[in-house]
């Protein structure tokens, strides 16, 4: 079987040929809404959970800290990719040496203590409590408090 160009035959017009044979095979244009990169490079994660990116510093979950990690900065976002999954997400720095930082990112690390968990936790027992004294007995003598 032989190869027909249907545009060798003049009995229609271009637009026809393409309407015809042209128009299917056309997929839609991405979205507007789709930032196109400016940067993609590699960092190591500090033991601080920041990475320095663009003269600024941002965070990225504590459970990488030491690890390498991809980093995408488009028009107004920092993504941040570990293993090809994203694990951050920032909205750029506004000026140099700022700090950009997802408290969700140090959730584990510090363990902030309420006002009932202080009041119910025991006492610690100081080493001069051993001797038969207690610091509150030297602040007396000082006049000071303990």
Same mark, same amino acid.
């Given at each position: 079987?032989?190869?027909? %160009? ?13 309407? $015809?044979? /042209?128009? +299917? ?20 994660? +500090? %033991? &601080?959970?920041? #990475?320095?990116? +663009? ?5 990225? !979950? ?5 690890? @390498?990690?991809? @980093?995408?900065?488009? %028009?107004?976002? @920092? #993504? #941040?990719?570990?293993? *090809? ?10 000026? !140099? ?16 203590? &309420?006002? /009932? /968990? ?5 006492? @610690?027992?100081? !080493?001069?409590?051993?001797? *038969? ?6 602040? +007396?003598? #000082? =006049? =000071?408090? $303990?």
């Amino acid at each position: 079987m032989t190869h027909v %160009n249907p545009l060798i035959s003049r009995s229609f017009s271009t637009a026809e040929a393409f309407q $015809a044979h /042209e128009a +299917a095979a056309l997929r839609p244009l991405h979205s507007p809404e789709l930032a196109v990169a400016a940067q993609r490079l590699r960092r190591v994660v +500090a %033991n &601080d959970c920041f #990475i320095d990116f +663009a003269r600024a510093r941002y965070s990225v !979950p504590h459970r990488l800290v030491r690890r @390498v990690v991809e @980093v995408t900065r488009t %028009n107004d976002e @920092v #993504i #941040i990719r570990h293993d *090809g999954r994203e694990v951050a997400r920032h909205g750029c720095a506004r000026c !140099p040496g700022e700090r950009v930082a997802d408290p969700t990112h140090f959730a584990g690390l510090h363990r902030l203590r &309420d006002a /009932e /968990e202080v009041a119910a936790a025991p006492e @610690v027992q100081s !080493p001069l409590a051993a001797l *038969g004294r207690s610091l509150h007995d030297y602040a +007396a003598v #000082i =006049g =000071g408090e $303990a």
